[in-house]
């Protein structure tokens, strides 16, 4: 491969990002069908840590991953 070439957004920043947002999504999935919207929106605002507050955070974790996976590449010369 030449040197000049860059795999943009191919690589572990990604690929965590990746891996934490699809696990945040199905833990927010999963907690809305088990339990419906409205409980799912009453334990996000309430004062204490929940799975769906961990599982936003790990969704902001994620997409914070793959926006630095995705930044400007400098080439070394």
Known sequence: MSHEYYRRGRNWFTAIG???SVVAGIGLIRQL???GPEFVQDFLFNGEITNE???MAMLGFGIFMIALGFRK???KI
């Open 18 to 20: 990746t891996l934490f």
């Open 33 to 35: 069908i088990i339990w």
């Open 53 to 55: 507050k961990v599982s």
């Open 73 to 75: 590449h400098e080439q």
